[in-house]
C-alpha cells in the first residue's frame, strides 16, 4: 500500500504539473466502475498521456497504476459526499490557476500552450477544473481519516526495535545553524531612479500601450513576466498585504499607482472580480543595491558582531532584533529544514545547507560565531550580509533513539498513518460494489479492488 501511495501521488503531480497534451481519439468505454461512479477509457488514457509527455518511456503496464489511483480518488470521493465534505469554488479556482500558470510557463507562454492544446487556456481550465475539484475533496477527505493519529514513546520504542540493527539507517552529518541576514536599506534618493521607471510603465499604460507586452519585456517578477505579469485569481491572504489592499481597492479594467512592497516597486491592473477573489497582473521592479548601501549594510553587521562577540547579546535576541528574514527571525535565528511535508526540523543534512554557508560552518567550532559573510540571493540577485551561528554538528552515525529520536518518531507516525489508510480502503472496497474491466483485471494492481467484486458474484 504505501509503494502504491508513492506511484499515485506522483502520478497526480504528473497529470498536473507536466506540459499539457490533448487526449487522442478513442472508442470510449468504460474501463472501471465504482458505486455510481465510472471510469472511462479516455480518462484513463488522458492521463496516461500525461505520463508520456513527462520524458517517461512508454510502458503499458503503468496503466494498471494510474486506474488504481483513480479508483483510489473516486473512493475517497464517494466517503467525502457522505461524510458532507467539501471544498471552496475559490479554493479550487486558485488551484486551476495555479496549474495552468505553472504549463503557461513550461510551454514558453499562452499562445504557445494555446496551439499546442488546439483549444484556449479558458476552455482548457473548464475541462481539467472537474478533475482538480475532485482531487482536492480526496485529499481533504484523506486528511480527516489521518487527522487524530498520534504515537506514544511506546510506539517509537516499538518501532526502532523492529529494525534488525544491521539494517539501521546511516544518518549523514547534520548541523544546526542560526543566521542573522542584513539586506541592504536604500534611500529615497537612491531608490528614485527604479521608482521613475516604472512610473514611466505606468504613464505608458496610460497612453494605450498593452499592459501584458510590457510586463513581459520589463517586469523583474519570473514568475508572471512570461504571461504578462497575469497572476490568476487569489484572495486577500494570497499575496503581500500592500500588494492584496490595492488589487482589491481598485475597479476591474484600472490601472493601480505606483506601490510598494517588500518585493519592490509595482503597479497592477485588475481584470476581474469574483467575490473575495480578484485576477490581477502586475509589473514589478525590483531597486538594486548600490555600494554605499552595500557599505552601511556592513557596518550594521560589524557592529551587531561586536556584541555578540562581547557577550553583550544572545545571539536568537540579536536574530529577533536585527535579522531580516523573517523565517528564522523569531525563531531564534535558527534554520529549519523540511525533508517531507509533515516535519520541520533545525537538524540540517550537510549536503541540503546552502553550498556557501556549508563552507563557513564547516570550519566552525560548535558554539562559534562568524564575523559577517557577504551572501547574493540566486533568485533575485540581492546581495547582504549573514552572521551565521554553528549551535551543533552531529558527525555521520548509525541511526539510534538517543540521537535520533524525533526522525523515527515520524517514521513510526507515517507508518501507522499508512496502515490506517490501509485499513480504511479495504472496510470500504468489502461494502462497495467494483466492476473492472476485463483488459485490467488481470493486473496485479487492481487485484486488491476486484477480488472482493468476484467474491460477490
Known sequence: MRKFL?????????????????????????VAVLG??????????????????????????????????????????????????MVDESAVDEEVDRRMRAQIQRAGGQERLEQF????????KDEIRPD???????????????????????????????????????????????????????????????????????????????????AKSYSEDPGSAPEGGDLGFFDRKGMVKEFSAMAFKIKPGEVSPVFESEHGYHILQVIERRGEQVHARHILIRPKTTPESLERTKLRAD??????????????????????????????????????????????????LDPKVFLVVDTMKVGSISPPVAFSDPNNGSEGYKILYLKSKIPPHKGNLEQDYTKFKEKAQQEKIDRTISEWFEKRRENIYIKIDEEYAGCDEL????SNNIAKK
Not at 497504476?65 to 483510489?72: A, E, G, H, P, V
Not at 523565517?327 to 529549519?336: C, D, F, P, R, V
Open 132 to 214: 482538480v475539484k475532485e482531487q482536492l475533496i480526496s485529499n481533504k477527505m484523506q486528511q480527516k481519516i489521518t487527522e487524530n493519529i498520534s504515537v506514544t514513546p511506546m510506539e517509537v520504542k516499538r518501532y526502532f526495535d523492529s529494525y534488525k540493527k544491521d539494517s539501521l539507517p546511516d544518518i549523514p552529518t547534520e548541523f544546526e545553524v542560526g543566521e542573522i541576514v542584513f539586506n541592504p536599506k536604500l534611500t529615497k534618493v537612491e531608490k528614485q531612479r527604479f521608482y521613475d521607471k516604472i512610473d514611466a510603465l505606468r504613464l505608458r499604460v496610460k497612453s494605450g500601450e498593452d499592459f501584458g507586452f510590457l
Open 6 to 30: 508513492a506511484v499515485a501521488g506522483a502520478l497526480i503531480c504528473l497529470f498536473f504539473n507536466t506540459k499539457a497534451q490533448p487526449p487522442k481519439k478513442n472508442i470510449d468505454k468504460v
Open 447 to 450: 487485484k486488491i479492488w476486484s
Open 303 to 352: 557592529t551587531v558582531y561586536k556584541n555578540l562577540a562581547s557577550n553583550k547579546l544572545p545571539f536568537s535576541a540579536a536574530a529577533s532584533l536585527y535579522s531580516d528574514n523573517k523565517e528564522s527571525q523569531y525563531n531564534g535565528g535558527m534554520l529549519l529544514y523540511a525533508d517531507n511535508v509533515t516535519a520541520r526540523t533545525t537538524f540540517i543534512p550537510a549536503d541540503k
Open 36 to 85: 455510481s461512479n465510472i471510469i472511462l477509457l479516455s480518462e484513463l488514457n488522458q492521463q496516461y498521456a500525461q505520463f508520456l509527455n513527462a520524458g517517461n518511456t512508454d510502458d503499458q503496464k503503468v496503466k494498471c497504476y494510474i486506474l488504481q489511483q483513480m479508483l483510489t480518488q473516486k473512493l475517497l470521493k464517494q466517503q467525502a459526499e457522505i461524510d458532507s465534505i
Open 117 to 124: 492544446l488546439n483549444r484556449s487556456v479558458l476552455q482548457y
